[in-house]
Structures are given as structure tokens and as C-alpha cells.
């Protein structure tokens, strides 16, 4: 679990360095499919990663508006700052949380209950599918997408022996 939430923050990292040679009217120009544009997708894991995280730790939820952060060094300023929190909580993680249970209030007055587990992983596959659609939307505009590759970035270190 562990492995997965710091390949992702490393995919996204490569993301914000692909983004740097991009006009930022490309990266704003609302796509198909996803929640809108290159920019405004970053923002949206970034969003859900620490939104769910906070209810798992039962703290209130992110209710900021993408309009307030529509620049790439504005959404890496707030994915810097919601970090810490998130860090914290996956390097915390063990097999005692896995079964949890988070009761989710919804708007129209329902509930929806969820492991502690279940919603780690939802986090972990979120970021994964939007990550895909910016590898698509790369191709539309000619560049080239980060690699998605797990393996040879030494997310898992070797025993000394295999070395």
C-alpha cells in the first residue's frame, strides 16, 4: 500500500516537470473525458487523495474551488502543503486499520460505509485512471507522457544480498 501512494506521488512529481515545458492555455484547455483539462486534473487527485485521507481521520473536508489555483505552481504549492498531512497518514498505515470502518454522510442523508482498506485502495486506483487519461491527452498534443512504470524506480529497495 505503502509502495503504491509513493509511486504515484512520484508519477505525479514527474507530471509537474512534463507540465513545465507546456503552454499554460494547453494545460488549462478543457478535454474529453476526465474533470476538465491537464491542470485542473492534477488538482482534482491532488483533492481527492487529501479529501479522503481527512475523513478517515475524521477532520472536515477540502472545499476550495480549482478557480483559485489555475497555474501549475499554485496546484504543486497546495499538493505540498496537503503532502505533509497525507505522508503522515500512509507512513502510519498498518494491517490493524485495514478493516476500519468510515461512515460517509452524504448530502441527501444517507450514509455510505466503507473500509478503511477499500477507500486507501480507491485513492491509490483514482490517481492511477487520471493519470491515464493525461497519457492520452499528452499523445492529442504531440509530447510525449511520463513513463508509468513501476519497476527501476526503487520504490521497493533490494535486500543487500540481491544487490
Not at 74 to 80: I, P, Q, T
Not at 114 to 134: K, P
Not at 146 to 155: K, L
Request: with cysteine.
Amino acid at each position: 500500500m505503502k509502495a503504491l501512494f509513493q509511486y504515484n506521488w512520484l508519477i505525479r512529481e514527474d507530471w509537474y516537470q512534463w507540465c513545465e515545458d507546456v503552454e499554460e492555455e494547453e494545460l488549462l484547455l478543457v478535454r474529453t473525458g476526465g474533470v476538465g483539462g491537464i491542470l485542473h486534473t492534477l488538482f482534482h487527485i491532488i483533492d481527492v487523495e487529501w479529501s479522503w485521507i481527512r475523513l478517515l481521520q475524521g477532520k472536515p473536508d477540502f472545499q476550495e474551488s480549482f478557480e483559485e489555483y489555475k497555474s501549475l505552481q499554485k496546484v504543486r504549492e497546495l499538493d505540498a502543503k496537503f503532502r505533509v498531512e497525507v505522508e503522515e497518514f500512509v507512513r502510519n498505515w498498518d494491517l490493524s486499520m485495514e478493516s476500519n470502518l468510515l461512515h460517509d454522510s452524504l448530502p441527501d442523508g444517507r450514509t455510505d460505509i466503507f473500509t478503511w482498506g477499500e477507500v486507501m485502495r480507491h485513492v491509490i486506483a483514482h490517481e492511477i485512471h487520471h493519470i491515464g487519461q493525461i497519457s492520452v491527452w499528452a499523445r492529442e498534443i504531440g509530447k510525449k507522457p511520463v513513463s508509468a512504470n513501476f519497476i527501476r524506480r526503487e520504490i521497493i529497495p533490494l535486500p543487500e544480498q540481491s544487490k
